[in-house]
């Protein structure tokens, strides 16, 4: 039974992060404005399942790779 060590190199993770959420208010600040707002309107639910729904797409991702 062979374990497979993972190392993480946590600063190029938080930088991939902030370059892919920095995108769209650098590209189309906008259409990111616009889309603010609109998500500043949803309630606390809506707001809370999208979220759940992005980290768990995360994580399968992670144990799929």
Do not use: C, H, N
């Amino acid at each position: 039974d062979r374990e497979t060590v993972v190392q993480i190199d946590w600063i190029l993770v938080i930088a991939m992060v902030l370059i892919v959420e920095g995108m769209m208010p650098l590209l189309f600040p906008k259409i990111w404005q616009g889309y603010i707002k609109k998500l500043a309107s949803e309630p606390v639910s809506t707001i809370r399942q999208v979220g759940l729904i992005l980290f768990v797409i995360g994580i399968v991702m992670l144990l799929l790779r």
